[in-house]
């Protein structure tokens, strides 16, 4: 059965500090990896890493892919209070054409 | 990105009844998929809304409970029947346009049923 595990499923940092998300994956036909944030109802897309861009950069936000793991991180440095939110991992591919396999989210909670 | 609107963005309903879920997208997509979240849940696949033909639906659920048409390539509607309280969750639609492009997701309904 494909699934995706994400951890920890939360974390509580406080300003300034460096946080670390992970994901694993075991997806038939992978085809690529996909991060959101979701503050309330709709998942904000962050990146999308295939086979040919496993690493990732956007400010504070980066993210790598490790195919030979099956697994991927989402970095963020310099926590915000902003950053608080859910982070979901998805993974495309599977026996579904085109749709999404999520893991179930890491809570994170950035303290002042 | 294609951007999608989703509404309605929130609904309370009274269990028994049924409740229509529509999605607008700004341009035609290839593919449009509904979600559900239930509380403290992740994202689940409910069904692959088809263009022209009936939707794909995911083991669990089924056409009666969740009907769902897409008349077109821009438009969709998810349609929650006899609702119950354990119908009660967050309803999202996605669309993807190629294999590059990504998926985007609608701003979301959250639904409670009382």
């Known amino acids: 059965e494909d699934k995706v595990v994400q951890s920890p499923l939360s974390l509580v940092v406080h300003e300034g500090d460096t946080v670390t998300l992970n994901c694993s994956y075991e997806v038939t036909n992978f085809r690529s990896l996909l991060w959101y944030k979701q503050e309330k109802k709709a998942p904000t897309f962050l990146f999308m890493l295939?086979?040919?861009?496993i690493e990732k950069k956007s400010g504070r936000l980066s993210s790598i892919l490790d195919k030979k793991e099956l697994s991927s991180i989402l970095n963020i440095t310099a926590t915000q209070t902003g950053d608080s939110a859910i982070y979901l991992c998805?993974?495309?591919?599977?026996?579904?054409?085109?749709?999404?396999?999520f893991g179930k989210g890491t809570k994170l909670s950035v303290k002042p | 990105s294609a951007v999608i609107s989703q509404k309605p963005s929130r609904d309370i309903c009274q269990r028994g009844t049924s409740l229509t879920i529509q999605c607008q997208v700004d341009?035609?997509?290839?593919?449009m998929f509904w979600y559900r979240q239930q509380p403290g849940q992740s994202l689940t696949l409910i069904a692959t809304a088809n263009q022209g033909s009936e939707a794909t639906y995911e083991s669990g659920f089924v056409i009666d409970k969740f009907p769902i048409s897409r008349p077109n390539l821009t438009f969709s509607t998810l349609t929650v029947s006899n609702m119950s309280p354990e119908d009660s969750s967050i309803y999202l639609c996605?669309?993807?346009?190629?294999?590059?492009?990504?998926?985007?997701f609608g701003s979301g309904t959250r639904l409670t049923v009382v």
């Open positions: 295939t086979s040919s861009g």
């Open positions: 998805a993974v495309a591919g599977g026996g579904s054409q085109g749709n999404l396999i």
């Open positions: 996605s669309v993807v346009r190629g294999a590059d492009y990504g998926y985007t």
């Open positions: 341009s035609q997509v290839t593919m």
